[in-house]
């Protein structure tokens, strides 16, 4: 990979890679997963929601040769750097700034992310991917957000999405030494856990049944089972997080 495509250091530790290597490791380790579980094709157009600084992007630019890819954050300089650096070489690759609120990224913020219409028109894309965005938003929110994917998802279109699920196995793991992340305050009446009552969206924890729920009322239709991930001490080769692949229906 050219450096080129390498944003610098502090923007690549904002959106919580360690390094340069990490940053590259995680975007091809998710390329392969989207073309194995999703069905990614060189034709299709993407969406990357919360794009960050192009961990998902910069794989993609030699891949989507005849398909299209937008991306948008809440983040100014993120989406600045891939406006600067990608943009100008791969003109299908297009990235815009959604100034919204997050007690994680973005508190001058006055919109809601559950306000946000996504600016693409009805069936616009064939697969959208969040990756580590509903790890870090409350049910109002990530509601709202599976409202405008499904939307603007094509009928067949597949999302893939990254959470935190809370079922009777990442629950018990969860307490054990093993577990990255304990999720030990159950929050807004215990619709979802948190690691921090001060700042509950830095990590959040869905239960199974509501992301099938959500999903189910929004016309997605979840493949089981998720690929779940080793944040609570599980042994998994897919990723830290668990991941969804849903597909819009008919």
């Given amino acids: 990979m050219s450096t080129d495509l390498i944003p610098p250091q502090k923007l690549i530790e904002l959106i919580g890679s360690t390094s340069a290597e990490h940053f590259v490791h995680l975007g091809k380790h998710f390329f392969d997963i989207f073309q194995k579980h999703a069905d990614l094709k060189p034709t299709d157009r993407v969406l990357d929601v919360g794009c960050g600084c192009g961990r998902m992007a910069v794989p993609l630019t030699a891949y989507l040769t005849t398909g299209s890819y937008e991306g948008f954050d809440i983040v100014p300089e993120l989406i600045d750097w891939c406006k600067q650096n ?46 580590s965005v509903f790890t870090h938003m409350l049910p109002d929110d990530m509601g709202g957000y ?53 700042s509950p969206e830095d990590i959040v924890g869905y239960p199974e049944e509501t992301i099938k729920r959500v999903f189910r009322e929004n016309g997605l239709t979840l493949q089981e089972p998720p690929l779940y991930g080793f944040w609570c001490g599980r042994k998994s080769d897919y990723s830290f997080q668990d991941i969804t692949i849903s597909v819009k229906s008919a």
Avoid: C
């Fill in 146 to 198: 599976t409202r405008e994917i499904a939307r603007t998802l094509k009928p067949g279109g597949r999302a893939v999405i990254t959470f935190f699920i809370l079922n009777a196995d990442s629950m018990r793991l969860k307490d054990t030494p093993e577990s990255k992340i304990k999720m030990k305050y159950p929050y807004l009446s215990g619709q979802v856990f948190v690691n921090s009552l001060a």
């Fill in 86 to 131: 990608i943009t100008p070489r791969f003109p299908n690759f297009k990235f815009q700034m959604m100034d919204l609120y997050s007690s994680a990224y973005n508190r001058t913020a006055k919109k809601k992310a559950s306000e946000l219409k996504f600016p693409y028109p009805d069936a616009s894309f064939d697969l959208t991917f969040l990756t």
